[in-house]
């Protein structure tokens, strides 16, 4: 069963991200609080 959490950005429970995208508390409040779906859609936007 996929971990759920309360995405900040969607503002919905979504499914969350398999690990941590960066080392130390930034990568552990990204992993708690946003989901893939919404962490997909940044990749996106910082590379256009």
């Not at 960066?22 to 946003?34: A, C, D, F, T």
């Amino acid at each position: 069963m996929a971990r759920t959490v309360k995405c900040i950005k969607l503002e919905q429970e979504a499914e969350g991200l398999d690990f941590p995208p960066y080392p130390g508390e930034l990568g552990k409040r990204i992993w708690e609080n946003v989901s893939k779906e919404a962490w997909a859609a940044w990749l996106k936007h910082q590379t256009m």
